[in-house]
């Protein structure tokens, strides 16, 4: 999805030079086209996240469209305080473009995994945050987030993500997508788990059981129209996320039925509120964590009996 965030950011910029894209000492070859075609509208900050986002809120001050890029962890945990001091209470439109969402530098050990990201932006007034599932969607919410009015945070997972989308999509934020409908469970998936839940839907279809498939890339503002509308359909929801159990896709989900009093049987599949203290490749991580598209299966399998 780093490609197709690049890719995109670049076609805009052909045409808007307030477009203005920071990085934090990242992205060296993934930005080098860009860096050559508009070296007055891309700056190195160098490692030195606080004080890229105090650069990016002069800048958006001064009228710019500002990108801010680095690794997840790197980003949101150690510019915390800037981004709620600098950004969000200012409501400047700065974009917060997160790569390696979840487990996706899960070779580089702990430091690197970004576990706690959603809750945190979703705790943050004024901050929108949003996770794409596909390229497909990553493409839409570049191209949106020129006209994004407060901060937006972007989470990206690792590179050559697969499509999952099979037809044209209306992306909207604070929208959700319903890819298929059945009579069975509703999963819902957020970020790279789009991909999995797309899996188990076909694990299901397999053993008779048509279900509801939804791609949920906004956290913030969610979109509980559509929540109550798959409760109305299904006895069974499942939400599954590459993230803390705690205060993101899952969380969001429950605070949603709790209000409108639904009484159907709810799964969260979600990373344990623990630190993964295992080094291991991407879905060698997901596996021991319980978040393959068989382990999820199965859980499911487990819920409707």
């Keep these: 999805m780093r490609t197709s965030f690049i890719n995109t950011l670049s076609e805009l910029a052909e045409t808007n030079d307030n477009i203005v894209l920071l990085t934090a000492d990242l992205g060296y070859k993934l930005f080098?086209?860009?860096?050559?075609?508009?070296?007055n509208n891309f700056i190195n900050i160098g490692v030195a996240e606080?004080?890229?986002?105090?650069?990016?809120?002069?800048?958006a001050l001064e009228g710019k469209i500002v990108y801010c890029y680095s690794m997840v962890p790197f980003l949101t945990f150690r510019a915390l305080e800037q981004i709620r001091v600098?950004?969000?209470?200012?409501?400047?439109?700065?974009?917060?473009?997160?790569?390696?969402?979840?487990?996706?530098?899960?070779?580089e050990g702990m430091t690197h995994h970004a576990l706690e990201d959603l809750?945190?932006?979703?705790?943050?007034?004024?901050?929108?945050?949003v996770a794409p599932?596909?390229?497909?969607?990553?493409?839409?919410?570049?191209?949106?987030?020129?006209?994004?009015?407060?901060?937006?945070y972007i989470r990206l997972g690792g590179n050559n993500?697969?499509?999952?989308?099979?037809?044209?999509?209306?992306?909207?934020?604070?929208?959700?997508?319903?890819?298929?409908q059945g009579r069975g469970p509703c999963i819902i998936a957020t970020g790279s788990m789009l991909l999995i839940a797309k899996q188990v839907t076909e694990y299901l279809r397999e053993s008779d059981i048509p279900s509801t498939l939804v791609s949920m890339p906004t956290l913030k503002?969610?979109?509980?129209?559509?929540?109550?509308w798959c409760s109305e359909r299904c006895k069974y929801l499942i939400t599954i996320e590459e993230h803390s159990e705690?205060?993101?896709?899952?969380?969001?989900?429950?605070e949603t039925l709790f209000r409108i009093g639904w009484k159907g049987r709810f799964l969260k599949i979600a990373l344990p509120d623990q630190f993964c203290k295992v080094v291991g490749n991407t879905d060698y991580l997901r596996k021991r964590n319980g978040l393959s598209s068989e382990i999820a299966f199965d859980k499911i399998l487990q819920l409707m009996k």
């Design 32 to 39: 080098d086209e860009y860096r050559q075609r508009y070296p």
């Design 133 to 152: 599932g596909d390229p497909i969607e990553c493409n839409a919410i570049t191209k949106i987030s020129t006209k994004q009015k407060g901060p937006l």
């Design 161 to 180: 993500d697969p499509v999952v989308h099979n037809k044209p999509i209306d992306f909207q934020i604070g929208k959700g997508i319903v890819i298929e």
């Design 86 to 107: 600098d950004l969000c209470y200012q409501n400047l439109g700065v974009t917060l473009v997160g790569v390696g969402g979840g487990l996706t530098y899960g070779l």
């Design 221 to 228: 503002p969610f979109d509980e129209e559509l929540i109550d």
């Design 50 to 59: 606080q004080n890229m986002i105090g650069v990016a809120s002069g800048l």
């Design 119 to 129: 809750a945190i932006m979703r705790a943050l007034p004024n901050m929108t945050v």
């Design 246 to 254: 705690i205060g993101g896709l899952g969380s969001a989900t429950t």
